[in-house]
Structure formats: structure tokens, C-alpha cells
């Protein structure tokens, strides 16, 4: 059974970094993608970042492109996202989710397992 355990949110102020950390400790070989998302409050969740298992490939939404990279630590089965630049506006909750495709267009709904949310708060 997939069991995604998150780390690494904290306090910030703006232009600091933070690595999250997202590891499947159920080691579930159907994984195929994992991926961040955030959502703040009274916002509904959106897309961060996506990687894929085959190809490592990786896909980025626009408003963090350039700031944060997601990688994989394939003995550890762990997926990274590293934050630089951070901005207020990157406060929220973050989760980890994991597919069992490559999902299409970056949508929750595509994912089929999520962790349990790490908070993340950058202050001006």
C-alpha cells in the first residue's frame, strides 16, 4: 500500500529556501509520477510540479518555474522539491501525491494518492 510521508515545511522569510520531502514508504512499484501541489487558504489546490519515474522527466507550473526542482532519490524511493526564491505568495500546504499514470494535464484529480500536507509559510 503507498504511504506518502512528507517533510521539510517551515517558516521562511521571502528569497530563502526550503527542500520538501516526500518518501513512499509502502515502496508500491505501480507508482509511475509524483508530484507536489499546494493550496493556500480559501484557494483551491493547484499544480507545483510533477516528475516521472520513466525518463525522469519533470514539468513545472509557470508560477514556479525557475525557482523550484523536483528530483528523485531512487534508493530512498523519495521525491524532493527544492524552493528558492521564495515569495509570500508560495505560502500554503503542500502535498505529495503519487499516480499511477503520467497524468495529462496537471489536475488532483489525476493523482491517486496524496500525503498528509506540510505547511510552508514565507513571510515579507
Known amino acids: 500500500q503507498v504511504q506518502l510521508v512528507e517533510s521539510g515545511g517551515g517558516s521562511v522569510q521571502a528569497g530563502g529556501s526550503l527542500r520538501l520531502s516526500c518518501a513512499d514508504s509502502?515502496?508500491?512499484?505501480?507508482?509511475?509520477?509524483m508530484g507536489w501541489f499546494r493550496q493556500a487558504p480559501g484557494k483551491e489546490r493547484e499544480f507545483v510540479a510533477t516528475?516521472?519515474?520513466?525518463?525522469?522527466?519533470?514539468y513545472y507550473a509557470d508560477s514556479v518555474k525557475g525557482r523550484f526542482t523536483i528530483s528523485r532519490d531512487n534508493a530512498k524511493n523519495t521525491v524532493y522539491l527544492q524552493m528558492n526564491s521564495l515569495k509570500p505568495e508560495d505560502t500554503a500546504v503542500y502535498y505529495c501525491?503519487?499516480?499511477?499514470?503520467?497524468?495529462?494535464?496537471?489536475?488532483?484529480?489525476?493523482?491517486?494518492?496524496w500525503g498528509q500536507g506540510t505547511q510552508v509559510t514565507v513571510s515579507s
Open positions: 509502502g515502496r508500491t512499484p505501480s507508482i509511475y509520477t
Open positions: 501525491a503519487a499516480a499511477k499514470i503520467w497524468p495529462a494535464r496537471p489536475d488532483a484529480r489525476l493523482y491517486d494518492y
Open positions: 516528475y516521472r519515474w520513466s525518463g525522469a522527466n519533470t
